[in-house]
C-alpha cells in the first residue's frame, strides 16, 4: 500500500475515534489497519499515536502529520476536481446518504434513471435517519430536509417543503372536524420524532386566514421514527399529523385522508430539502445527479398534487 493510501487510513482513524469504525468504511479487519498504520509510523520513523487498550491519542509528531495529510488530501481532491471539469460525461464513484423514506421514494428512482444513461458510474446509497457525518463517512452528497446548520457544506436547495395537517376519515368520524388550533391540540397525535427532529410542534396563525402565528405544541401516545410507520398509524385513526407532503406516496383521497385547518396560514419553520456536499466535490458526477433529482421531483415537487389545490390552501 503506497504511503498516500496509509495517510488517508491514518486520516480516518483520528476522524472516526476508532480503528475498528475506520476499518469498516475500508472494508477492512482491525489487524490490517493496524499494520499499515505501524508501517506508516515505520516509514517516517515517527510513532503517530500514543496506544492503550481501548483507545489512543495522537503524539506531537502525529498532530503536525495529520495537518500535512488533511491539506495533502485536500490537494489531491481538488486535482480530481480538475480532472472531472473536463469529462464530457459524469464517470467515477458517488456515495450518497439520505433520510431513509425520502431515499427509497425519491433518491433511488433517481439512481435507476442516473445509472441507466451513465452506465460506467458507481453509486453506494446508505439510508439512514440518523445524520451522518459527510466529511469522516467519505460522502460525496447527502440530502437533508429541514434547515441548515452546516456552514462547511455546500447547499444546493432541490425543493420546497409543504405542510399539511392531516387525518383519517375514521378519526373525523371519532372525533369530528377540528374547527380551531386550540381544538386540533386536544385531540390526540402521531408524532414523527428521529434524533434531533420532531414534528410536535404547530406553528399556525390563532385565527382563519391571518398572519400572526402562535406555536402550539401538540400531544399524542404515539411517538414514532418512520415515517412509514406514522402515515400508516394516522390512516388507522391513532392521530392527526403534522407531514411535509413528501411524506404522501399518492394522494390523500387514495389513503383516506383528510386536510384540517386549511383556512389558517401554516408556517413551513424555514425549512426545505437540500442537496449538501463539501467544497472540494463540486464535480460533474454530483451536479449531475442533483439535476436528475430535481428533474425527477420537478418544480413545484409533483407531490403537491398529492392534495388537490394545495396551492390555495394554509394562506
Known amino acids: 500500500m503506497s504511503i498516500t493510501n496509509q495517510l488517508m487510513l491514518f486520516i480516518d ?11 469498516s468504511i475500508h472494508d477492512m479487519d482491525n489487524s490490517s489497519l493496524s499494520k499499515q498504520i505501524k508501517k506508516l509510523e515505520s516509514t517516517l520513523g515517527v510513532q503517530l499515536l500514543n496506544r492503550s487498550t481501548r483507545s489512543f491519542s495522537l503524539t506531537s509528531a502525529g498532530e503536525e502529520i495529520l495537518h500535512q495529510a488533511h491539506i495533502m488530501v485536500d490537494t489531491l481532491d481538488d486535482m480530481k476536481s480538475i480532472a472531472d471539469s473536463y469529462q464530457v460525461k459524469p464517470k467515477g464513484m458517488l456515495r450518497i446518504t439520505s433520510g431513509m423514506f425520502f431515499g427509497q421514494q425519491y433518491i433511488q428512482p433517481a439512481i435507476n434513471q442516473f445509472m441507466q444513461q451513465y452506465p460506467e458510474v458507481k453509486i453506494t446509497l446508505m439510508l439512514d435517519d440518523k445524520r451522518s457525518d459527510i466529511i469522516a463517512d467519505h460522502f460525496d452528497l447527502a440530502f437533508r430536509i429541514g434547515k441548515l446548520d452546516d456552514s462547511s457544506m455546500i447547499a444546493k436547495k432541490i425543493a420546497n417543503t409543504h405542510f399539511a395537517l392531516v387525518a383519517s376519515d375514521c378519526f373525523i368520524s371519532r372525533y369530528g372536524v377540528p374547527q380551531t388550533p386550540e381544538a386540533l391540540i386536544a385531540l ?4 414523527y420524532g428521529n434524533g434531533d427532529v420532531s414534528l410536535d410542534q404547530i406553528k399556525i396563525s390563532e385565527q382563519a386566514h391571518s398572519d400572526i402565528q402562535k406555536t402550539f405544541k401538540m400531544r399524542g401516545n404515539y411517538k414514532v421514527s418512520d415515517v412509514r410507520a406514522m402515515m400508516e398509524a394516522v390512516q388507522a385513526g391513532l392521530g392527526y399529523a403534522l407531514i411535509d407532503l413528501f411524506n404522501l406516496e399518492k394522494s390523500i383521497a387514495e389513503m383516506g385522508l383528510v386536510p384540517l385547518l386549511t383556512d389558517y396560514k401554516l408556517s413551513n419553520m424555514d425549512t426545505a430539502i437540500y442537496a449538501l456536499y463539501p467544497h472540494r466535490k463540486q464535480t460533474l458526477l454530483v451536479s449531475e445527479f442533483i439535476k436528475t433529482v430535481q428533474n425527477y421531483i420537478g418544480e413545484p415537487a409533483f407531490w403537491v398534487d398529492h392534495i388537490p389545490n394545495y396551492k390555495q390552501l394554509y394562506k
Open 13 to 23: 482513524v483520528v476522524q472516526q475515534g476508532s480503528f475498528a469504525k475506520a476499518a
Open 188 to 191: 390526540p397525535a402521531v408524532i
